[in-house]
């Protein structure tokens, strides 16, 4: 399997990368919804799990941060438009709020 890693310290949660592999990863798991994820752009596999945030974003008080470069997020735009062009959906979508990063970063969550 592809590798989505997840830190946690102090009751939070910071997921980096949503493999094509994170929706199996996560049920096997049991892992509950988190605070934040990051995007890389360095290889599609990276993001191709995107959608797979909807089910950890339903119910939360607000969009899941989701922190990454220009071209991280340019990838997620094209990749999953139809949860950035703001029509109305049949069912859900991610609810996220990128949060673009330019260089190191220390992305409170």
Known sequence: MRTSVLLSRNGQNVLIDTTPDFRTQALRTGYRPHR???A??????HVMGFDDLR????????????????????????????????????????????????GPSNCSV
């Open 36 to 38: 934040g994820s990051s």
């Open 40 to 45: 890389d752009p360095r290889h599609a596999d």
């Open 55 to 102: 089910p950890l974003s339903i119910g939360q008080k607000q969009p899941m941060p989701v922190y990454g470069n220009s071209q991280a997020f340019e990838i997620v735009r094209r990749a999953f438009s139809y949860a950035f062009d703001g029509k109305p959906k049949l069912s859900s979508v991610p609810s996220v709020a990128l949060k673009e990063i330019d």
